[in-house]
């Protein structure tokens, strides 16, 4: 049986980079889908509290959706949460923006 690395090490780069994006993206949603379920919100509330409609979180939470970071900060602030940014550099040092 093979294992999902040893299946991925057979696909062409380009079917490689295509996954990985698709894996971020549905990362991306899940965790937004998580922020807003963790506090019991549906996305008509959360949407109330943005002064956006409910559609609009909805776009928010798909998996093709790019937000910028000024749209998950709003998201994130709607929760009453904050948003930060963690980059980890080569040299292992890791650095928090707070936004």
């Known amino acids: ?3 999902l690395k040893a299946l991925m090490a057979q696909q ?3 079917a490689q980079c295509c996954v990985a994006e698709k894996v971020e993206a549905l990362r991306q949603t899940v965790v ?3 922020l807003r379920e963790e506090l019991n ?3 008509a509330q959360l949407a109330e509290a943005m002064g ?3 559609p609009t979180v909805a776009r928010m939470e798909q ?3 790019d937000p910028r970071l000024s749209t998950l ?3 994130v602030a709607a929760l009453g949460g904050e948003l930060t940014i963690d980059v980890t550099l080569p040299t292992g040092k890791r650095i928090a923006f707070h936004l």
Do not use: A, I
């Open 1 to 3: 049986m093979s294992t």
């Open 12 to 14: 062409s780069p380009e």
């Open 32 to 34: 937004l889908t998580q």
């Open 41 to 43: 919100l549906s996305q």
């Open 52 to 54: 956006v409609k409910q």
């Open 63 to 65: 998996p093709d959706n």
């Open 73 to 75: 900060k709003r998201y």
